[in-house]
């Protein structure tokens, strides 16, 4: 689009700073500003439930110096007014836009506020919160519970084990991660934890946490809805997260579950306001325009380039965003990965190793077309099954 001469990227983490690069990869030389409620410049998150709490700091994410833009660190932006085309900041300042990056990602669900004030209880979704709980660790916590059993749970039980300390695990699904990954890998996933020391308490959600008799203001245990209550000294909440909207309030774009846009990452009926990363919820081409928001590193990575690029060359030259999306974690060692949306499917099976050894595929298919792959110790499968998904085949699978 060629009239754009102020472009405003909001969200400074993974995809605004792959937008405001792609921005410049084509050609934009005017006004770009890059807003951020956090106070560092872009990093990378994954480190932040890995190494980053055993100790090793490095969460570079490379090309974030040679922008040439206009950095607004530690600031939220409050409002959206798309008639006048203005970004408002939580200081008054206000931000005007020819072109804008909705990149906002996502904040973690909390426990009631109460709850989550009491010392010892902890997120995880910025470096601020790694580095908290890692101080954590390291005074020696007697009893770990992780609240919630989704992949950062189980990354951070996964490495309080590493680091050599008790840690229960809770879920309220009786499989964690099974909407996930299929049953199958959820249930190898469940007896791995187990076999590594975690507690794993399943099918049981936490009702309320609750303070030490000693101190009103620690957290001493967790209740369960079975009524039990669990001692715990450290928790963290692992609950999911939600995408980080409330900002775009009244500002009349679409909101469900996401900022709405179209295939081509546009804000529905906006041809100047483009999003990317965890905040986007999207029809995707290659599921039957199926209507999804993703929470993962390469999808913020690529949407942010494609929206970038998109929002210079304008709606009619834009590329819509198919891309297959995928995730690996690494949970006592072991490398579990998936691809698609095994949750689509009607039919499932283990294509590859066996459960016994630890090192098996799962294909996951509708209507007899791959829709999803899931990999325990098999990176190579996974990438076979991912390059099928993507090229729609039609597959043999059976129930
Ligand atoms: C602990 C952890 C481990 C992870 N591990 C993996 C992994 O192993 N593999 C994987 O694929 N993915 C992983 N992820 C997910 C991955 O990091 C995210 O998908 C990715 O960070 C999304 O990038 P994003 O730019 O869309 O959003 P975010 O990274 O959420 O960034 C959004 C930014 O916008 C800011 N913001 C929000 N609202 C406002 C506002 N109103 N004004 C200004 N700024 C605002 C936020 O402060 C934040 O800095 C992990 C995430 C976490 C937290």
Known sequence: MSDLERI??????????????????EGFTGDLSLVGAEPHLPYNRPPL??????????????????????????????R???????????????LPYDGLVIATGARPRRLPEDQ??????????????????????????????????????GEVASTVRALGKDVTLIDSR????????????????????????????????????????????????VRLSDGRSIPADLVVAALGVEPDTDWLDGSGLELDGGVRTDARLFALG??????????VR???????????????????N???????????????????????PGLGTRVHGVRVQWAGFPRLADQSMIVAGSVEDSKFAVAFARRGTLVGAATVAFPRELNRLRAAIASAEAVPVSA
Do not use: C
């Open 8 to 25: 405003v990227v909001v969200g400074a983490s993974l995809a605004g700073l792959r937008a405001a690069q792609a921005i410049r990869d």
């Open 49 to 78: 439930s890995k190494n980053v709490l055993t100790g090793d700091d490095d969460v570079t994410l490379p090309g974030d110096d040679r922008l040439g833009a206009t950095w607004v660190g530690g600031r939220r932006a409050v």
């Open 80 to 94: 959206l007014a798309t008639t006048e085309r203005t970004v408002v900041l939580d200081d008054g300042r206000e």
């Open 116 to 153: 989550m004030a009491l010392a010892g209880v902890h997120v995880l979704r910025t470096i601020d919160d790694a580095k908290a709980l890692r101080s954590a660790l390291r005074e020696e916590p007697g009893q770990v519970v992780v609240v919630g059993g989704g992949f950062i749970g």
């Open 174 to 221: 009786e499989l964690p991660m099974d909407g996930v990954v299929g049953e199958t890998v959820a249930g190898w996933l469940a007896a791995h934890h187990r076999r590594n020391g975690v507690e794993l308490i399943s099918g049981l959600r936490v009702t309320a946490l609750e303070p030490k008799a000693t101190d009103a203001t620690r957290v001493g245990a």
């Open 270 to 279: 906006e041809s100047r306001i483009v999003a990317a990363g965890d905040v």
């Open 282 to 300: 999207w029809p995707h081409g290659l599921f039957e325009d199926e209507l999804v928001r993703i929470e993962h590193w390469a999808n913020a």
């Open 302 to 324: 690529e949407q942010g380039t494609l929206a970038g690029r998109n929002l210079l060359r304008g709606p009619a030259d834009a590329e819509p965003y198919a891309a297959v």
